[in-house]
């Protein structure tokens, strides 16, 4: 596990407006040697850097596009960074500006733990009968067992259609590792919800009784993203009593009973087409990151955009990305010195690569995303 070290004390004395010169001068001199990706999440002082925005996956592809492109630096989080290591194309490197910026979804399925839970459903199913498939939001180490045990990975845009492929071969799924996101996509595809139980990596047997695990259609790992768990039905309640017509729409990392009662759910590029496409006037309340939707409420003047929840919701590990920590990477690089370097081993980003080309080729249409280097 690599740490964060902290930046030089001089980064203390300098104010925003000097470090965005900086950053704008560098980047002009680096020209089209370097690309920088912004999640959605990130907060404006880096977003403004951005030369491409979007999800994690949507990010990755863009940049292993960009082949003269010695450096990805990318403003997101540790496993988006990983995933632009498994895409990238020949000696690309990927910078992550500040190494504490990890994922609580992504950090409750350690691998250890999942190929102990993966061996005790092989004593209680028949391996053969169950896929494992994954979120984008976990390890590559997580992708890479997927990937060597039959499985895939799957984004927030064509989780359906990964779970259908699972479904089609016969098999069961075990869902990693967000355990809101599996729930509201089965049960969509008419799984009810006793046929999903919750493993709990900290309980013997996921704290489930065996005939649970063996009558389940998709076990469901026990995690959840810190940010949309905290969205709430009685916020759904609020925001319509307060501003009568409004549209409620969240994405599918928040709890189904929240899921339930909002008019639309789906990824965050959904969400912003949603959002952008209805007309003048529209009201939404959108269950998302905050930085998010104060962006969407920014671009879309003409339409009334809050946040569904009443607090500030938040990445604090996506917040970790600043314009400081951005700086110091740039100038370093620079002067020759690599700071922040993610690194994938080559037979883990090998097998992610795998899981990640049966969720290309189970989405005939790619959900809008292609994989030209997984082969
Ligand atoms: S919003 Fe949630 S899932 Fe996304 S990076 Fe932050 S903690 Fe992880």
Not at 5 to 28: G, I
Not at 44 to 51: I, K, L, Q, S
Not at 308 to 317: M, P
Request: hydrophobic letters at 40%; a negative charge.
């Amino acid at each position: 596990m690599q740490f964060q070290t902290p930046l030089p004390e001089r980064f203390n004395r300098m104010d925003m407006k000097e470090m965005a010169s900086r950053v704008s001068s560098l980047r002009s001199e680096f020209g089209n040697r370097l690309v920088i990706l912004c999640h959605h999440y990130q907060k404006d002082e880096v977003f403004e850097f951005a030369d491409y925005t979007g999800d994690s996956y949507k990010l990755s592809q863009l940049a292993s596009e960009r082949e003269e492109a010695e450096t990805i630096v990318f403003c997101g989080v540790h496993f988006m960074a990983e995933s632009a290591d498994i895409l990238k194309k020949g000696d690309q490197r990927v910078i992550l500006p500040d190494l504490g910026a990890g994922c609580s979804m992504a950090d409750m399925a350690d691998i250890d733990q999942v190929e102990e839970c993966w061996e005790t459903l092989a004593n209680l199913v028949d391996p053969l009968d169950i896929l494992p498939i994954t979120y984008m939001n976990s390890s590559a180490a997580i992708k890479a067992l997927c990937g060597r045990e039959g499985g895939a990975v799957c984004t927030s845009s064509n989780a359906e259609t990964v779970f259908q492929w699972a479904f089609d071969q016969g098999k069961r799924i075990l869902f990693l590792p967000d355990e809101h996101l599996g729930r509201n996509v089965g049960w969509e595809m008419g799984v009810r919800l006793d046929e999903m139980p919750v493993y709990d990596p900290h309980q013997e047997f996921g704290g489930c009784a065996a005939d649970e695990l063996r009558d389940a259609k998709v076990i469901l790992w026990k995690g959840h993203c810190s940010v949309h768990g905290r969205f709430l039905p009685e916020h759904v309640d609020r925001m319509r009593e307060t501003y009568p017509g409004i549209r409620v729409i969240v994405h599918p990392e928040c709890r189904y009973e929240v899921v339930q009662k909002a008019d639309d759910w789906g990824s965050t590029e959904k969400i912003i087409r949603e959002v952008t496409a209805s007309p003048p006037g529209s009201k939404w309340a959108v269950g998302t990151e905050q930085h998010l939707v104060d962006r969407l409420a920014a671009q879309n003047s003409d339409k009334e955009v809050y946040s569904l929840s009443g607090f500030v919701c938040q990445c604090a590990t996506m917040y970790r990305i600043d314009l400081p920590h951005l700086l110091w990477v740039l100038e370093n690089l620079a002067e020759g010195e690599v700071k922040n370097q993610i690194t994938v081993p080559p037979d883990e980003a090998e097998w992610a690569r795998v899981a990640l080309r049966r969720m290309l080729d189970s989405s005939p249409a790619g959900a809008g995303l292609s994989l030209s280097r997984v082969d």
